[in-house]
């Protein structure tokens, strides 16, 4: 059974490390969005802008569509991993990919708990970044949201696993 999964949420509430572990368990392809945007020079904030323009991401997106349909034709879950601070950009996904079963989930915990949790990270983004991504995700809910704060990478993984269809399964937790 082939669908895909959004995980979306703040800067440092735990997005790559949960997604990265879906995507073993289920034996799913991840995708970071983030990375891709990097990757192709659209992580620029312009001027004029307070974030990375919708369009940028949306570009990203463009960029491994073909694929993930051929993915999802092929039976494969797919798992994305981003920020999603613009509702286009999930729109984008889902009417270009509107034949395939998805879930969305929004992984939530305060801006405290985000920055702490950045600080550990080897690749630091700063109070600054933290702050304002955090500000731009909690500007709406979209999907199923899970609360991180008070909970480990497991713990967070088996309650988005609990809305997920049961078989496909390849590793235990």
């Known amino acids: 059974m082939s669908y895909f999964i959004i995980i979306r949420g703040p ?35 312009p001027e004029t802008e307070e974030c990375i323009p919708a369009k940028n991401f949306i570009k990203a997106e463009e960029y491994v569509l073909l694929k993930v349909k051929k993915r999802l034709d092929d039976g494969k879950i797919i ?20 034949d395939y079963e998805h879930y969305i989930f929004t992984l939530k915990a ?12 080897t690749k630091l983004y ?3 970044a933290a702050t304002a991504v955090h500000n731009l995700v909690s500007r709406f809910d979209y ?17 988005i696993l609990s809305y997920l269809p049961k078989p496909m399964r390849t590793k235990k937790l």
Do not use: P
């Open 79 to 98: 798992v994305f991993d981003g920020n999603f601070y613009h509702k286009e950009q999930i729109e984008h996904l889902l009417n270009n990919l509107w």
């Open 110 to 121: 305060s801006l405290k708990v985000c920055i702490e949790r950045d600080k550990q990270r």
């Open 11 to 45: 800067l440092g509430i735990g997005k790559s490390s949960v997604a990265k572990e879906l995507s073993e368990i289920l034996n799913a392809e991840y995708i970071s969005i983030d990375s891709i945007i990097e990757e192709l020079g659209l992580d620029k904030v």
């Open 143 to 159: 999907g199923i949201i899970i609360n991180t704060e008070n909970k480990n990478l497991l713990q967070v993984v088996e309650e």
């Open 126 to 128: 700063g109070i600054l």
